[in-house]
């Protein structure tokens, strides 16, 4: 079996920093894409970052040049920095990633996500 856990959100003050960890444990063979998402109260779910195996990235609109998404393959975890932090940031913020694990299958996971609250 294998688990996706985001950890690091809380509350911030407007123009804070906050870094997020998305950590696949389990049966782990290596993580290939991973993708950090966020979902705001009444509204849908959006792609905000992504991170290929190579370590290609990519941003939405709203969150480039403020956030980083990067990866650290030796610990299985992928990790979102975000700076200058806004009111309309606050949002429950999951990871999504394709995982291989040890007996050859690869499937997608999803973390339970973490809330991240900015104070104006």
């Known amino acids: 079996q294998v688990y996706l856990a985001e950890s690091g959100g809380g509350l911030v003050q407007d123009g804070g920093s906050l870094r997020l960890s998305c950590v696949a444990s389990?049966?782990?063979?290596?993580?290939?894409?991973v993708g950090w998402y966020r979902q705001a109260l009444g509204k849908q779910r959006e792609l905000i970052a992504g991170?290929?195996?190579?370590?290609?990235?990519n941003y939405a609109d709203s969150v480039k040049g403020r956030f980083t998404i990067s990866r650290d393959d030796a610990k299985n975890t992928a990790y979102l920095q975000m700076n200058s932090l806004k009111p309309e940031d606050t949002a429950v913020y999951l990871c999504?990633?394709?995982?291989?694990?040890?007996?050859?299958?690869?499937?997608?996971?999803w973390g339970q996500g973490t809330q991240v609250t900015v104070s104006s």
């Open positions: 999504n990633a394709g995982v291989l694990s040890i007996n050859g299958r690869l499937s997608d996971y």
């Open positions: 389990g049966s782990v063979a290596h993580v290939n894409a």
């Open positions: 991170i290929t195996r190579g370590g290609s990235t």
